[in-house]
């Protein structure tokens, strides 16, 4: 605008000049004619005089008006530009913002958000309502909403108190009375721990444990004669229960390691070594099956050397007790062991004040809801007391000893079943007594907020993670088509959109075959963390992938039914039942319900199923072996078929079967026979050392002397899944 008013105003300045100029020539000739007409037209000569000088003002004066106009025409725009500007609403957003936050302060719903990064590097199929966006998209969401952004650290600085509960400060050693000592019976599996106890304890353990083996950790109270009281805990030996036997050595004062002296140490053996070192827990040595011919202490003493185990006898501070579990020969002199063991840690406790103690396992009852056994560790445990273990809490509705036997209360060192809980804690979870009920609500809301904390840092990790990698991926993207005609980027653009075409049935079935979904259920928290743990173990998934849809304590429900017909999953259940009503159900929706109670059964079945989603392997069985030992031609009508005089030399050869033609070691040919003959007669079995002649389906194939025929038959196998789970 500015411009074309400078043309005017020059066009205008021109025009002026011209005028002058005409009016000067003007001038001049009126000069020659003054004294003619002076005298009779004076009027008419002072106007010819002012004329142009009056033009120029009026120029002037419309000059003037034009630049106001144009000029209140600029600010006109200006002005809505301005006030455009002040309109932009202005957003609060802080960092670390999830997306349905950002839709809320947008007054947008979370779809907007989503469209508004579609057309950007972040992976928008990972996006939830609760994922954080990184400090990026929060800006392009906003550029391309046209709002002003405004960053907040009200977020950021807004932290909340601290509301958890912890464990008191050290007594005074003058209120401590002396304990009973806890002491967690190790070793190898199939050791004779289980057997060891029953003796002392009189019972018969071992023999209710499925597969006569323990898969729970087991917390007894055993009253030997002198009247000396000791806690027993009875850990798991196999391979699959080691976050038990860790949590196990983490509770005691001493550590019965038991060895089969007709065994030596074993591998599990030498990992409760290194959970008594890692805890620092004084070991006692028990020698079982010492009743045995082939028994051979010492030699287990010298094994342990090696692993800095130094029994009495070598020097060490180990005491070392042979023992029979079977006969109970020697088991008071082990207990007298553990008992001046005990004297010299000089074990004290507080039995005053709020309890503290821990969970050594949990497991949900029909009829009393969730179960915790647990250890405590200091103050009296009563009836009414109300405790927080994790996220979740209780009121002590009642409480049980290790017979079942209802109690009043529960000293430090006594193992104690608890029932009131409103969760199921997890085993290993710290028990800590509370006040009231609404601070046990306050204790677990802020445990809570605090996981979801820790998980909104991860996700913002992978989220940037996540960012990095569709940038690198853009990159290499962009340096793959930069040197490309456009139309050859459409193209191939176009081709790869094509092979991204959605799945047909077919193909969509052969990849749900090579995926096994499963749910686990188990009777405690324990046997399901030993099996998620051996679920990590899994490393074949390039032959099934394995996926843990849901698990979970107790008994099977219609609802895990359901989860693992709409995935087309398989239910493992350890120690745990499922109604008959409950099987045909399942029965009628296709889902495999498989009942397990000892844990390598459950394994092995596992690894099973995995390998029936395998595709089944071809293996070749030989039926028959022939040698070429001359070659002859027939004529049948205008052909000439070359025909293989040979003699079978092993098995038969039969006509409907595969054959392949092997020279010099190297498979020339595989198809079928079109004829086979012995003299002159057609024939579909030849037996060893006859002689015949055959033609094969392929004509091309010379056939020389020497040549062998080996007719052979193929057998589809069931394909064996690689995991190995180590036991």
């Known amino acids: 605008m500015n411009q074309k008013m400078l043309k005017l105003e020059n066009l205008l300045r021109f025009h002026t000049v011209c005028r002058e100029l005409h009016s000067l020539g003007q001038r001049r000739v009126l000069a020659q004619w003054r004294n003619v ?44 530009q301005l006030s455009s500007t002040k309109s932009k609403k202005e957003v609060e957003v802080w960092i670390g913002m999830t997306v349905e936050e950002l839709a809320r302060v947008m007054e947008k719903d979370i779809d907007y958000i989503y ?81 060891l106890l029953d003796k002392l304890r009189k019972t018969q353990v071992a023999a209710m444990e499925a597969g006569g083996i323990t898969q729970h950790i087991g917390a007894f109270l055993v009253s030997l004669p002198s009247g000396e009281k000791i806690t027993f805990l009875d850990t798991p030996g196999h391979a699959a229960f080691s976050a038990m036997r860790a949590r196990g050595a983490q509770v005691t004062d001493i550590i019965i390691l038991v060895v089969a002296a007709d065994d030596g140490v074993m591998k599990q053996t030498l990992e409760s070594i290194q959970h008594a070192k890692d805890a620092q827990v004084p070991i006692v040595l028990a020698i079982n099956k010492c009743d045995k ?26 005491q070392a007790v042979h023992v029979s579990a079977l006969t109970g020969d020697n088991l008071m002199a082990l207990a007298e062991a553990t008992i001046t063991l005990a004297e010299i840690l000089e074990l004290k406790a507080d039995p005053t004040g709020p309890v503290e103690g821990t969970v050594i396992e949990s497991f949900t009852d029909k009829g009393r809801g969730p179960v915790t056994t647990a250890i405590i560790q200091r103050g009296t445990l009563r009836k009414g007391s109300i405790l927080v273990a994790g996220k979740s809490w209780a009121k002590v509705r009642s409480m049980f ?15 104690v ?17 509370v006040e009231s009920e609404p601070r046990a609500r306050e204790v677990v809301d802020w445990r809570k907020y605090e996981q979801e904390q820790e998980k909104s840092k991860e996700d913002l990790t992978v989220l940037e993670e996540k960012r990095k990698e569709h940038q690198e991926a853009h990159r290499k993207a962009r340096e793959k088509y930069g040197t490309l005609h456009w139309k050859e980027r459409s193209y191939i653009k176009y081709q790869e959109k094509k092979e ?46 394995l996926e843990l849809v849901h698990f979970g304590v107790g008994d099977i429900s219609e609802n895990d039914v359901n989860l693992a017909e709409a995935f087309h999953g398989v239910i493992y259940g350890f120690n745990v039942n499922a109604g008959s009503a409950l099987q045909q159900s399942a029965a009628k929706k296709g889902v495999k319900i498989k009942l397990h109670n000892v844990i390598y059964r459950l394994v092995e079945d596992l690894q099973g199923e995995l390998s029936s989603r395998l595709p089944c392997t071809v293996e070749e069985h030989t039926v028959g072996e022939a040698s070429v030992l001359a070659i002859f031609s027939i004529t049948e009508g205008k052909k000439k078929i070359p025909v293989a005089g040979c003699r079978v030399q092993k098995g038969q050869l039969e006509k409907p079967k595969k054959f392949k033609l092997i020279r010099n070691g190297h498979v020339v040919w595989k198809g079928s026979l079109t004829s086979l003959k012995h003299h002159k007669d057609d024939v579909s079995v030849i037996k060893t050392g006859m002689d015949c002649g055959l033609s094969l389906d392929e004509e091309k194939i010379e056939l020389k002397v ?22």
């Open 706 to 727: 020497g040549d062998e025929i080996v007719c052979y038959e193929e057998k589809e196998v069931l394909a064996k899944t690689s995991w190995d789970p180590g036991f």
């Open 500 to 545: 991204q075409r959605f799945l047909k049935p077919k193909e969509k079935a052969e990849r749900d075959s090579n995926m096994l979904p499963i749910i686990i259920k188990g009777d405690v928290d324990g046997s399901v963390e030993a099996i998620l743990n051996i679920m990590d173990t899994y490393d074949a998934s390039h032959e099934c992938e």
């Open 417 to 433: 079943g608890i029932i009131g809980w409103r969760d199921l804690p997890s085993a290993g979870d710290e028990i800590l007594e």
């Open 37 to 80: 007409f002076a005298s009779a037209y004076p009027v008419w000569t002072a106007q010819q005089y002012t004329r142009p000088w009056q033009t120029d003002v009026l120029l002037r004066a419309a000059l003037s008006q034009y630049r106001l106009l144009v000029t209140k025409k600029e600010e006109r725009p200006r002005k809505s």
């Open 293 to 318: 011919a082939e028994a051979d202490p010492e030699k287990v003493k010298k094994e342990l050397l090696a692993y800095d185990v130094v029994c009495e006898d070598y020097g060490g501070d180990v």
């Open 115 to 195: 469209e508004a990064l579609m057309n950007t590097t972040i992976d928008i199929d990972s996006l939830e309502a609760d994922s954080c966006l990184d400090e990026v998209w929060i800006k392009e969401v906003i550029k391309k909403a046209g709002m002003k952004l405004k960053w907040s650290k009200l977020k950021q600085d807004k932290v909340r108190a601290n509301k958890d509960a912890v464990r008191r400060p050290q007594a005074d050693p003058a209120l401590l009375t002396p304990r009973s000592p806890v002491v967690t019976i190790m070793g190898h599996v199939d050791h004779g721990k289980t057997t």
């Open 401 to 415: 000893d290790e017979n079942g036997k209802t109690i009043n209360e529960a000293y430090p060192s006594m193992p």
